[in-house]
């Protein structure tokens, strides 16, 4: 991976460049990482090799090379290269990189590529504002975004786009890019003689969490601090722990990888999986989630999921919630763990689920049916003339506290089968009381 800008790093620079900005990639062939986009043959890598280039949307972690990527394209395409943030531009912003594209076009012929990092943090008004322009050649527009671009970007700005999927790098692309930072004597740290063991580099790997920017900050980091023995700088286990002490494990609470970890941690427990769940519940809390708000998803997961296979479930998931709002963290984080285990361990039934979206199909379809006389209450002279309640069977007075034979449904509405217990946990003995109850009502003459 040899450097995009040189930096002689045994005089003072005017301009001080990370190392992760000095060892860029200058060609695609030094690009690591992203081989389902840029390998052999592959149409991004073509496309890019010919200078062919069209709008599109990076989207993909942080440090997996997005901007990187559409330097090399400007670069391979002969482009101007315009970079806005959408955390610091606005509209004024965005005119003024069309003026300039504009201008370009019409002197030289030169093709301008505007690249938006933090895509996603522009509102519909800012992302409108691109759409004439790439719609008609004054821009080719790439955007970068570390989140879902089907729930941050507009559909106008989409359909004109093409979106290409960046991996999170694997162990062995970092480790890569540490033995170039180490080997390059011009932009790297090869001038240094570090003694980095390679047990300590996979560690160093493990908390960069596949961002290669990361690793290449924390390296740097590393070599500032490291020992000098026998002229030469030792990276030891104790520095290295110094230095890894903050958690990088990504954990963006608005974001992409947020709703997949609390995916995981439901469809976990739904799976009946506690070690997983338990897995993913540490994943969150570490990361930094709201404990409360994994307390309200477990509530959903006893209702949805287990239902009245073990109603436990519901009342255990309620008092580990209170007891954290008792205890706070990290001693409160002990009763919702517990509760994640009972869950995923409990027998599961979506009984409810299913007939409760299913009524509510029913209803939404068939409009609003009347009560029938016989279920109305009577409070009033006038309502009991009118027969409310007139005919009504009080089921206590009954054989077996039920009234075989009555309908409860809407006059003219033919009775629908929504609850059907499964055959875990307590609705077996539910299955078994409701085939019962049936038996009695096929035995009980029509009123």
């Not at 959408?86 to 301008?112: H, L, N």
């Not at 509760?339 to 007939?355: D, F, W």
Request: proline residues 5%; neutral net charge; charged residues 25%.
């Amino acid at each position: 991976m040899k450097p995009k800008i040189k930096n002689d790093l045994t005089e003072t620079s005017s301009v001080f460049q990370p190392l992760a900005a000095r060892l860029r990639p200058s060609s695609l062939d030094e690009f690591v990482g992203q081989s389902h986009l840029l390998g052999k043959d592959k149409p991004l890598r073509k496309a890019i090799e010919q200078g062919v280039l069209h709008s599109m949307i990076l989207w993909g972690p942080p440090g997996t090379g997005k901007t990187t990527l559409a330097r090399l394209m400007s670069e391979k395409a002969e482009a101007r290269f315009e970079k806005l943030s959408a955390i610091f531009s606005g509209v004024k912003d965005i005119r003024a990189v069309v003026d300039e594209a504009k201008r370009a076009r019409e002197v030289s012929g030169q093709p301008t590529i505007l690249f938006v990092d933090e895509v996603h943090r522009f509102n519909k008004a800012q992302q409108d504002a691109f759409l004439p322009y790439v719609e008609d050649g004054t821009l080719i527009f790439i955007g970068a975004t570390t989140e879902n671009p089907s729930f941050e970007l507009n559909n106008a700005l989409l359909s004109r786009t093409r979106v290409y999927v960046l991996k999170r790098l694997t162990a062995d692309d970092l480790l890569q890019i540490i033995a170039h930072a180490l080997a390059d004597k011009q932009n790297g740290l090869g001038h240094l003689t570090i003694e980095f063991p390679l047990e300590l580099q996979k560690i160093l790997v493990e908390a960069a969490d596949g961002d290669a920017r990361a690793v290449l900050n924390l390296l740097e980091v590393l070599s500032d601090l490291a020992t000098e023995e026998q002229n030469k700088l030792v990276v030891t286990p104790d520095l290295l722990a110094e230095v890894l002490q903050e958690s990088l494990r990504r954990f963006d609470k608005g974001g992409e990888a947020f709703y997949d970890q609390i995916s995981a941690l439901h469809k976990s427990v739904r799976g009946s999986s506690p070690d997983a769940a338990l897995y993913w519940f540490a994943r969150m809390i570490d990361g930094g989630c709201d404990p409360r708000y994994v307390g309200r998803r477990m509530l959903r997961m006893a209702s949805e999921d287990i239902g009245n296979a073990d109603p436990r479930a519901l009342e255990l998931t309620l008092n580990a919630c209170d007891v954290y709002e008792r205890l706070g963290s990290p001693e409160g984080e002990l009763a919702l763990a517990q509760a994640i285990i009972y869950l995923a361990s409990a027998p599961k039934s979506n009984a409810v689920y299913v007939a409760y979206n299913e009524v509510m199909r029913d209803i939404k379809a068939q409009g609003s049916a009347e009560v029938p006389l016989h279920l109305r209450n009577a409070p009033t002279k006038l309502m009991k003339q009118l027969d409310y309640g007139k005919t009504y069977r009080y089921a206590h007075d009954e054989p077996e506290a039920y009234a075989a034979g009555e309908t409860y449904f809407p006059e003219g509405m033919k009775p629908r089968h929504y609850y059907r217990p499964v055959s875990r946990g307590l609705e077996i003995k539910i299955a078994e009381k409701l085939a019962h109850l049936k038996e009695l009502d096929k035995k009980s003459k029509p009123r």
